[in-house]
């Protein structure tokens, strides 16, 4: 007989999640069956049940990337890994291996690559399964709700951060303090980084300031950019984790001359566009990058400066029933840190 589990169901795109009873997934060559202990919720799961994003998701669905949990299961041809081993899935679920960019250690940007809980099924479940090549490893004794978050918010921020080839001492923009730009304050103060904080909410600024941001602004009540300029000359670099576009395009105006911005929040839908100034870019010499996730290296090193106590997620639980409503409140905006649902 097959065992089922409990797990949230996206069915139609734009309607709530159900709570259902499904079978456990059973773990193929190369996989690991794995229990879920803690599931972060994204941004980006909502934009997958809204339909923000083409292509679309692959439905019925199970959301959820940001994946703390044991090893259940070991399939056939794993090696390296036992029952019980501590173990977190991304969002890259698998990339080819074969083609230029993942040879080039550019996996992120993989044309043939899955995607936990948007074209896999996710962590919104008792239990997952997930290639072993591409799960991440977790410290044991580290705090598994702490660390969900670093499976997605954490390692992206990271590696967004390290493509805008800021260095020790310099200013960096962190552009939206959700769930992703909290924890993008505490990589950039580690890497010894200044940090200047952009939202449109006073209470998640409170919390970047907590967390080490030195300057902060409110974008809904001044320019940010006009004000960044105006108190520091700009900064070196910015991330911009925001669900507007407008913070994108502000973004670029925040830089100082030969400045580069990331970009990594996805608004989706009809924000997906911006304008930018063409002559600022070439005469000022500024780069806007793209930053998608993080590769295999880039999340064991996201996950060593948690382990090392450098970087926590402020997280609340909540249950897998209530994700609905976890849902309606991102979409005011009004969650601050990082919601992890508790599935064990
Ligand atoms: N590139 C990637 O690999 C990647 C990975 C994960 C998430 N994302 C995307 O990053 C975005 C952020 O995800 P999250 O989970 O942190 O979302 P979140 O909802 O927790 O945070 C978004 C933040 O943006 C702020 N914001 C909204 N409008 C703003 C504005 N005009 N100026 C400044 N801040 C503003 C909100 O107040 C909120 O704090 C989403 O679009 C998500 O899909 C991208
Ligand atoms: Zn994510
Ligand atoms: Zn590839």
Aim: aromatic share 6%; net charge neutral.
């Amino acid at each position: 007989m097959t065992q089922t589990m409990k797990a949230a169901v996206l069915h139609e795109l734009r309607t709530p999640l159900k709570i259902e009873r499904v079978p456990v997934p059973e773990p193929g060559h190369g996989d690991l069956l794995i229990k879920v202990t803690a599931c972060g919720v994204c941004h980006s799961d909502l934009h997958a049940v809204d339909g923000d994003w083409t292509p679309l998701p692959v439905i019925p669905l199970i959301p959820g990337h940001e994946v703390a949990g044991k090893v259940a299961k070991v399939g056939p041809g794993v090696t390296g890994f036992k029952v019980g081993d501590e173990v977190g899935v991304p969002w890259m679920y698998s990339s080819c291996g074969q083609c230029e960019f993942c040879l080039a250690g550019m996996e992120t940007i993989c044309k043939s690559a899955e995607a936990t809980g948007y074209t896999k099924p996710g962590g919104y479940a008792e239990y997952l399964v997930a290639p072993a090549a591409y799960v991440g490893r977790l410290p044991e004794g580290t705090d598994p709700y702490a660390m969900a978050p670093i499976l997605c918010a954490g390692v992206t921020t990271y590696r967004g951060l390290k493509r805008t080839g800021a260095r020790p001492g310099q200013w960096v923009a962190v552009v939206g303090i959700g769930g992703l730009g909290h924890i993008a304050i505490q990589y950039a103060r580690a890497m010894g980084l200044r940090v200047a904080a952009v939202d449109v909410s006073k209470e998640k600024l409170d919390l970047a300031t907590s967390l080490g941001a030195e300057i902060v602004v409110n974008g809904a009540e001044t320019d940010p950019a006009a004000a960044i300029q105006e108190q520091i000359g700009g900064t070196h670099a910015a991330v911009v984790t925001a669900v507007a576009a407008k913070a994108f395009e502000q973004a670029v105006l925040m830089l100082r001359p030969g400045g580069t911005v990331a970009y990594i929040g996805l608004p989706g839908g009809k924000s997906d566009e911006i304008r930018a100034s063409i002559s600022a870019i070439t005469n000022w010499e500024l780069s806007v990058r793209g930053s998608n996730v993080g590769t295999r290296q880039d999340l064991n090193e996201a996950i060593a400066f948690a382990a090392n106590g450098l970087v926590k997620a402020t997280i609340r639980t909540a249950e897998l029933e209530e994700i609905n409503a976890v849902f309606e409140e991102m979409r005011k905006g009004r969650i601050v840190g990082r919601v992890v649902l508790k599935m064990a």
